[in-house]
T-cell receptor, first 111, second 115 residues
Framework: AQTVTQSQPEMSVQEAETVTLSCTYD???????LFWYKQPPSRQMILVIR??????QNATENRFSVNFQKAAKSFSLKISDSQLGDTAMYFC????????FGTGTSLTVIP | DSGVTQTPKHLITATGQRVTLRCSPR?????VYWYQQSLDQGLQFLIQ???????AKGNILERFSAQQFPDLHSELNLSSLELGDSALYFC??????????????FGPGTRLTVT
């Protein structure tokens, strides 16, 4: 069965610093996709970044980038130049035959 | 704005009652997913529909049911409500079936309070 694990329930970072959120997953599928979603206090779920498993190049979206290690089944999210608006819950998600979400990491950006 | 709409935004009802939550997917999206998120909890996948057909089922209670109509909008019906059903209910849509290459876009959610 597919599982998505986020081992850091809570994290904090100083404004303008860099933080990395961890995600590991377990699957026997070879073709799949990985996503990071952000849920700010407004509770809206916002897609942050996506990664295709067949691509070796790590995805980037402005200040957000991923470190995708397929063999290790690891998919971490790096947030550079952290801003107060990055304070949110971050969910890692796996998309293969079905969609699975991790339990989330609560990130607080400290002014 | 994700393009996914959900109504109502808030719903307050009593135990034992029945409610219907409505979702309209993004234009062109064929898949609709329903999730439940209790306070300070992760997302619990309930059910997925693709082009009117049930495609996948998660931890959905027997008291809950859903359907997707020919115009692709979906409704989630919750009956015999209990206090523990109080939660934020999200609808999401995607272009394809299952997860595959199609990311899900979420609506703003319906906050259900059962008193």
């Amino acid at each position: 069965a597919q599982t998505v694990t986020q081992s850091q329930p809570e994290m904090s970072v100083q404004e303008a610093e860099t933080v990395t959120l961890s995600c590991t997953y377990d699957t026997s599928e070879n073709n799949y996709y990985l996503f990071w979603y952000k849920q700010p206090p407004s509770r809206q779920m916002i897609l942050v970044i996506r990664q295709e498993a067949y691509k070796q190049q790590n995805a980037t979206e402005n200040r957000f980038s991923v470190n995708f290690q397929k063999a290790a089944k690891s998919f971490s999210l790096k947030i550079s130049d952290s801003q107060l608006g990055d304070t949110a819950m971050y969910f890692c998600a796996f998309a293969g035959n079905q969609f699975y979400f991790g339990t989330g990491t609560s990130l607080t950006v400290i002014p | 704005d994700s393009g996914v709409t959900q109504t109502p935004k808030h719903l307050i009802t009593a135990t034992g009652q029945r409610v219907t939550l409505r979702c309209s997917p993004r234009s062109g999206d064929l898949s609709v997913y329903w999730y439940q998120q209790s306070l300070d909890q992760g997302l619990q996948f309930l059910i997925q529909y693709y082009n009117g057909e049930e495609r996948a089922k998660g931890n959905i209670l027997e008291r809950f049911s859903a359907q997707q109509f020919p115009d692709l909008h979906s409704e989630l019906n919750l009956s015999s409500l209990e206090l523990g059903d109080s939660a934020l209910y999200f609808c999401a849509s995607s272009a394809g079936t299952s997860g595959s290459s199609y990311e899900q876009y979420f609506g703003p959610g319906t906050r259900l309070t059962v008193t």
